[in-house]
């Protein structure tokens, strides 16, 4: 007796693009992340954005790149949790561009520079995940 696996539609295998896609997103993310919660008070002030608010982001973005990672290597990669990260990405580089445009806070220079910075790679991955989804 055979047994032929069945994907459901709401599943996808997971095309290299699509993984590598998610992969790159988890590592820059967790990175940032830590960085944010391990260096909060160093970065406070070359960024002018309190430890109060890096410390609760960067545990934030830790929890979202494992997050990423687990979709990223399921066997099937759920599509609807792709589109989730997407959705999630845009909306970070949305808001971001949003607190630098609107001086949100106290950033110095850097700080708005590296928030809009941020906000492009984040709209990177989501502009990647997103092709590489539809071509998957």
């Given amino acids: 007796m055979s047994t032929t696996a ?11 693009l699509l993984r590598l896609a998610l992969k790159l997103d988890a590592v820059v993310t967790g990175a940032n992340g830590a960085a944010y919660l391990v260096a909060a008070s160093a970065l406070d002030g ?3 954005v309190s430890a109060s608010v890096l410390r609760p982001a960067g545990a934030f973005l ?14 099937a990669v ?3 949790a792709v589109w989730a990260i997407v959705a999630a990405n845009a909306a ?3 808001d971001s561009l949003l607190a630098a445009g609107l001086d949100w806070g106290t950033p110095t220079t ?8 941020q906000a492009c ?3 990177g991955f989501a502009a990647f995940q997103a092709t590489a989804l539809r071509r998957g």
């Fill in 62 to 75: 830790l929890v979202f790149a494992a997050a990423v990672w687990i979709v990223a290597t399921r066997p």
């Fill in 92 to 94: 970070w580089a949305l």
């Fill in 78 to 80: 759920p599509t609807a």
């Fill in 121 to 123: 790679t984040v709209a």
């Fill in 110 to 117: 850097l700080g708005t520079v590296w928030i809009v910075l």
């Fill in 6 to 16: 069945v994907t459901s539609p709401a599943a996808t295998t997971g095309s290299p």
């Fill in 46 to 48: 070359p960024l002018g």
